[in-house]
């Protein structure tokens, strides 16, 4: 089955700065790629997508990029607030049929203010 | 969250009782999922249900069981067989024309 790595576990920035996280998986079939946040006690939000068919997509200070040779993909936070502290996690979903997610352990960041 | 709620928010159970976590959803949403969440580990998938009726065992279905007689609810039931069912669980939902999962605000279990 798919299996996805996710890095830094965790990761500080100062406020105004970028954060970067980085995911690889490893089904080559995989051909959809979510990027949640979950804060503290709630359930994980939606905050960007990609396609394989797709290499970079933005909304605002998000951007994710996606590598399908390498098989990895990675989430670009710019100008980072105190309010984008959280956990963030990647997905991947295989071209199955059944679109089951595969998730990423999570990174949890902290904006410095 | 909107339009998925999960009840109870918190619940605790003694070890060898079962409990049922509710899922409920207005979004009209043919598909529904159970994830499990434990501390510095990504989310599990419990079981899936695509359809009224039928469900499929996710990665980690032991000691769990659940039902879907309805579209809008997927119940879920932690038996005494599950070891260790201290964790917090969440509920998805996706549309028939979507990729996307939407979660609902999620239930902490503790086992006493």
């Known amino acids: 089955g798919e299996n996805v790595e996710q890095h830094p576990s965790t990761l500080s920035v100062q406020e105004g700065d970028s954060a970067v996280i980085k995911c690889t998986y490893s089904d080559s079939a995989s051909n959809y790629f979510p990027w949640y946040k979950q804060e503290l006690g709630k359930g994980p939000q939606l905050i960007i997508d990609i396609r394989s068919n797709v290499g970079e997509k933005k909304d605002q200070r998000i951007a994710v990029t996606l590598n399908k040779t390498a098989k990895h993909f990675s989430l670009h936070i710019t100008e980072t607030q105190p309010e984008d502290s959280a956990v963030y996690f990647c997905?991947?979903?295989?071209?199955?049929?059944?679109?089951?997610?595969?998730f990423g352990t999570g990174t949890r960041l902290t904006v410095i203010p | 969250d909107g339009g998925i709620t999960q009840s109870p928010k918190y619940l605790f159970r003694k070890e060898g009782q079962n409990v049922t976590l509710s899922c409920e959803q207005n979004l009209n949403h043919d598909a529904m999922y159970w994830y499990r969440q434990d501390p510095g580990q990504g989310l599990r998938l419990i079981y899936y249900?695509?359809?009224?009726?039928?469900?499929q065992k996710g990665d980690i279905a032991e000691g769990y069981s659940v039902s879907r007689e309805k579209k809008e609810s997927f119940p879920l039931t932690v038996t005494s067989a599950q070891k260790n069912p201290t964790a917090f669980y969440l509920c998805?939902?996706?549309?028939?024309?979507?990729?996307?999962?939407?979660f609902g605000p999620g239930t902490r279990l503790t086992v006493l």
């Open positions: 997905a991947a979903e295989p071209q199955t049929g059944a679109n089951n997610l595969f």
């Open positions: 998805a939902t996706q549309g028939l024309s979507t990729d996307t999962q939407y």
């Open positions: 249900s695509q359809i009224v009726n039928d469900f």
